[in-house]
């Protein structure tokens, strides 16, 4: 079957953010650059703020495509690119010129619009557009000419209706994952940050600390293994069945079962002493410090990436708590003066 694809212009109107500078705050109205966009929705961890006043002043009352309204279609443009964000009523934030912004024309219906640049066919395109760019960066030109195929407005309502009863059936699942995150969290804090385990009143206690438990440090845990990225110049290490860790992957995960690269046999044969299995801990230690995740398959990490392979797997939850609860001292340990965190094995 053939299909007619049409480029996206003919469908919505295409800006982006504010290209000059605003001061950030520690509160106020949520500003968002592309690294706030994410495949699973809005990245919510670091998140800059403006003051009211400079949000009045860029943003509100434009006739241009500056202010995102509802409906509108928001992603990142630089660096974490191709990740659409559909824009809730309410919502409210100034988008930075790392965001690029789409309006939906009347021949296209924006929830349409939305599944379909998340679909496996679109991105493919962005993938395509972006090897040819410099420093992976989409012009709006770039993206204007991005192909998309669009039946009639009934077919449109059908299709959209459909993929949308997934959609809400995935959110609520995540809202489960996230209740069940919650609960084991507080959980851990009650046996093993206050203490109130189990018959704890029958415990002895020195120094705050049950008498029989001890104090042992991670690598008494487990061995600890620091990736490494094999050369990028061999293209026979890549692509292949072994999963390649790295930072991105792991946001917002407890487990990764999708990783973006992946390598060889010959490529994992490469980084013998960097081999993690399935189940180990992974923290990142370089930049974005305190990152965790667990592994799911044999594989490696890069150099942003320390892992834990325990030696007993039944502590492997209690150890993920016990590690999250680190990443307050992971920042600190890693604040070597620099812009990022950085901190060794």
Same mark, same amino acid.
């Given at each position: 079957?053939i299909?007619? +694809?049409?480029?996206? !212009?003919?469908?919505?109107l /295409?800006?982006d ?7 950030r $705050?520690?509160s106020g109205?949520?500003y968002?650059t592309s690294k ?5 929705g ?14 009045e ?12 309204m ?7 443009? /630089?660096?974490? @690119?191709?990740?659409?964000y559909?824009?809730?009523? !309410? ?6 010129s790392?965001?690029?912004i789409?309006?939906?024309?009347e021949?296209?219906l924006?929830k349409y619009l939305?599944l ?14 972006k090897s040819?760019?410099a420093? &992976? ?10 192909p @998309?195929?669009v039946p009639s ?8 209706? @459909?993929?949308?009863?997934?959609d ?5 699942? !995540?809202?489960?994952i996230?209740?069940l995150e919650r609960?084991a969290?507080e959980i ?6 206050? +203490?109130? +385990?189990?018959?704890?009143q029958q415990?002895?206690?020195k120094? &705050? ?10 690598n008494?845990?487990?061995k ?8 990028l110049k061999?293209?026979a290490?890549?692509d ?14 407890v ?9 060889t046999?010959y490529?994992?044969?490469s980084?013998?002493? $960097?081999?993690?299995?399935e189940?180990s801990?992974?923290?990142?230690c ?6 965790i ?5 044999k594989?490696?990490?890069?150099q ?8 007993d ?5 209690w ?7 680190l ?14 965190t950085?901190?060794s094995?």
């Amino acid at each position: 079957m053939i299909t007619n +694809f049409k480029k996206l !212009k003919e469908f919505c109107l /295409i800006g982006d953010g504010i290209h000059t500078s605003i001061k950030r $705050q520690s509160s106020g109205v949520q500003y968002f650059t592309s690294k706030n966009f994410k495949p699973d929705g809005l990245d919510l961890s670091k998140v800059d703020y403006i003051s009211e006043s400079d949000y009045e002043k860029n943003f509100v009352g434009k006739s241009s495509l500056l202010k995102p309204m509802s409906q509108d279609i928001v992603f990142g443009i /630089i660096g974490s @690119i191709g990740t659409p964000y559909l824009v809730r009523t !309410k919502d409210r934030f100034g988008i930075s010129s790392s965001v690029a912004i789409l309006r939906s024309k009347e021949n296209i219906l924006p929830k349409y619009l939305y599944l379909y640049m998340n679909s496996n066919i679109f991105q493919s395109a962005v993938d395509v557009m972006k090897s040819g760019s410099a420093q &992976g960066f989409l012009s709006l030109q770039m993206i204007g000419n991005l192909p @998309i195929t669009v039946p009639s407005l009934d077919r449109q309502k059908k299709i959209a209706g @459909i993929l949308a009863t997934y959609d809400d059936l995935i959110d609520i699942n !995540k809202e489960r994952i996230n209740i069940l995150e919650r609960m084991a969290t507080e959980i851990y804090t009650e046996w093993f940050v206050r +203490f109130r +385990f189990p018959n704890w009143q029958q415990s002895n206690f020195k120094k &705050g600390m049950p008498t029989d438990w001890s104090e042992v440090s991670l690598n008494g845990l487990g061995k600890i293994t620091t990736g490494k990225t094999p050369s990028l110049k061999v293209s026979a290490y890549h692509d292949g069945e072994y999963p390649f860790y790295k930072t991105p992957d792991m946001h917002d995960k407890v487990f990764v079962f999708d990783t973006e690269d992946s390598l060889t046999e010959y490529g994992l044969s490469s980084q013998k002493s $960097q081999i993690i299995e399935e189940n180990s801990i992974m923290v990142t230690c370089i930049g974005t410090g305190g990152v965790i995740a667990i592994s799911t398959k044999k594989g490696c990490t890069n150099q942003q990436i320390n892992s834990i392979s325990l030696y007993d797997e039944d502590l492997l939850y209690w150890a993920l708590f016990t590690i999250k609860r680190l990443k307050p001292q992971i920042e600190l340990f890693g604040a070597t003066g620099t812009t990022m965190t950085n901190l060794s094995k």
